[in-house]
């Protein structure tokens, strides 16, 4: 069994992280903490999981974090790079859920996240945890930065594309929807239900601190520059990202529906549509899968995708649990292979 810790219990992301784990075969949940809700019972907190989880929260000081194999990081960004060196320095794996670990440069991370680094000289190990493109590089792992739920959606829509040279970097647009779970469990006016219900509006259109770990990602994966547009939305439903990206083909000669579904064939995670499909963030609900669709509007040369997750799961949550199957040795699918709700 792989001794698990949480650290950081009380969000949205770790309450998903608890439900995943609580349903992993392989799995003890050795630590939970919060420094709030220390010895309150989990279920006391988060009833949907009596008779799943029977540990009790747990002071971050007081909890035995060295004693596990794994420990995941759901805090606020600038939390896990304070502890992860006595982790690791511990023998035991970190995979951090916050943004400690993402961004190579660390002069772009403390402009955008606000704060100085703690431990600059791990981030060039931390192993960036997009399995479709990193997974041996996880495999072997001690570190990993768990990706940004809009960077997943943008990142897997557009990585076909950018990989065979088809489209021009330098015109990208990524039009994103994001439910109100992506802003966190914090109290604030803004996320209220009398603020955004029957409501859509964009926010940090000047500047969005997701932007620069796209772009990381789809400059490796161009081997060069990207210039991208991204617009985050926030829409009245509680889970989901729906990404609208857009790219100006270099020909128009390619079958883009072939090449999403070559690229994708093998990844258990991501599913594409056939030709003609718009995929809907309720068909995510629950589940640790991206769905895509691929389209050429008037047979022009825009390429159109369409690439929806729950932002809680393949978003956070779920991408990390798939990250730590990685890790251990474990078939990716395991703990993680429910069906989306609906209605």
């Known amino acids: 069994m792989i001794k698990t810790g949480i650290v950081g219990g009380t969000g949205y992301t770790g309450v998903e992280l608890l439900r995943l784990l609580a349903m992993h075969p392989d799995v003890e949940l050795q630590a939970i903490t919060s420094r709030a809700e220390a010895g309150t019972a989990v279920a006391d907190i988060f009833p949907n999981l009596r008779g799943h989880v029977e540990i009790g929260f747990s002071d971050p000081s007081a909890a035995s974090l060295s004693d596990c194999d794994v420990v995941f990081f759901a805090t606020p960004n600038g ?11 511990a023998g035991v794996k970190v995979i951090d859920l916050a943004a400690d670990f993402r961004i190579r440069d660390i002069g772009v991370w403390e402009q955008w996240y606000g704060m100085s680094h703690a431990c600059p000289e ?9 399995p479709e ?3 041996e590089a996880v495999r072997g792992a001690r570190l990993v930065a768990n990706p940004g739920c809009y960077p997943t959606a943008v990142q897997l829509g557009f990585l076909p594309l950018i990989e065979q040279g088809l489209i021009d970097t330098g015109r990208l647009i990524a039009d994103c929807k994001s439910g109100v779970s992506g802003a966190g469990r914090s109290a604030a006016v803004g996320i209220l239900m009398s603020e955004v219900n029957e409501s859509v509006k964009a926010y940090a259109v000047p500047g969005h601190r997701h932007q620069p770990e796209i772009r990381q990602g789809l400059e490796l994966a161009a081997a060069g520059g990207v210039d991208l547009t991204f617009v985050p939305h926030l829409m009245p439903m509680t ?3 729906h990404a609208t990206l857009y790219a100006t083909l270099k020909a128009t000669d390619v079958d883009l529906q072939a090449l999403f579904e070559q690229r994708y064939a093998s990844e258990g995670f991501v599913d594409v549509l056939p030709a003609g499909g718009h995929p809907e963030t309720r068909t995510v609900r629950g589940i640790n899968t991206c769905r895509i669709a691929v389209h050429r509007p008037q047979a022009g040369d825009t390429v159109v ?8 799961v393949k978003g956070a949550a779920g ?9 251990f040795g474990l078939d990716e699918q395991t703990g993680l292979n429910g069906i989306a709700l609906l209605p």
């Open 319 to 327: 991408q990390a649990v798939q990250n730590m199957n990685i890790m």
């Open 133 to 135: 493109i990193n997974r």
């Open 305 to 312: 995708v369409l690439s929806v997750i729950d932002n809680l």
């Open 122 to 130: 791990l981030v060039a190990e931390a192993v960036y945890g997009l």
């Open 239 to 241: 889970r989901g990202i």
């Open 79 to 89: 939390i896990a790079m304070q502890h992860t060196p006595a982790l690791l320095e």
